[in-house]
């Protein structure tokens, strides 16, 4: 399902109600960022994510994408095309055993872009506006959900969604001559929880997004 909002170890508890969500951004998360991927040639799994979507379910959890992608607001490519791309991502995530329940994405971007896409939206990350609409349409608890992101503007939607387990995957390896997959490739050992107050001044680049 494909919805439009407009080890340290991660130590898991039994399943109890109400519903708990692992939320997860796409590029640099699921898949190695290159900027704007959008074709199958170029969407490389990171190692370990299908393994990680299987411990959370295993759980209880539900397991939702929130993404932003302003590559249909810059004209990259149709939100239609999006939309029948994230389908195919659904589709390896349930060949794979590791289903996911839905992807949420902002198309907006509030500077660039084209018509209707330029505009300020409650659903681009930072704003919270992709989770509280999962929250509500999936019945999830935000406070007993976790968020894992690889930017300042993850973080800050979890935190103003009210998520309080929040989640920085590192990927400055890349950076370092590591090949792009090789410095993802122990991201489920790399993960480490972070605050918002100790993250929220640490740019990791351009937001591309």
């Known amino acids: ?23 997860l951004d796409r590029d640099g998360v699921i898949n190695v960022d290159y900027g704007y991927v959008h074709t199958r040639a170029s969407f ?12 959370f379910r295993r759980q209880g959890f539900l397991c939702i994408v929130v993404t932003n992608s302003a590559g249909i607001a810059r004209g990259y490519f149709s939100e239609s095309y999006f939309r029948r791309f994230s389908d195919w991502i659904l589709n390896e995530f349930a060949r794979a055993g590791a289903p996911l329940d ?16 330029k505009r300020e939206c409650g659903c681009r990350k930072p704003r919270p506006g992709m989770i509280l609409r999962a929250a509500l349409e999936f019945d999830v608890s935000l406070a007993d959900s976790i968020l894992v992101g690889d930017r300042d503007t993850d973080i800050l939607a979890g935190a103003h969604a009210g998520i309080r387990r929040l989640f920085l995957y590192d990927t400055h390896s890349r950076h370092r001559g590591d090949s792009p997959t090789s410095g993802l490739a122990a991201r489920v050992s790399a993960l480490s929880e972070i605050s918002v107050h100790d993250y929220v001044h640490q740019r990791r680049g351009p937001d591309r997004s």
Do not use: Q, W
Request: aromatic share 12%; proline share 10%.
């Open 44 to 55: 490389h799994f990171i190692e370990g994510i299908f393994d990680l979507v299987i411990k």
């Open 1 to 23: 399902m494909t919805n439009e909002t407009a080890e340290t170890d991660l130590a898991v508890e039994p399943n109890v109600s109400p519903k708990r969500a692992l939320f």
């Open 102 to 117: 839905a992807i949420y994405y902002c198309p907006h971007h509030p500077s660039v872009g084209i018509a209707p896409y």
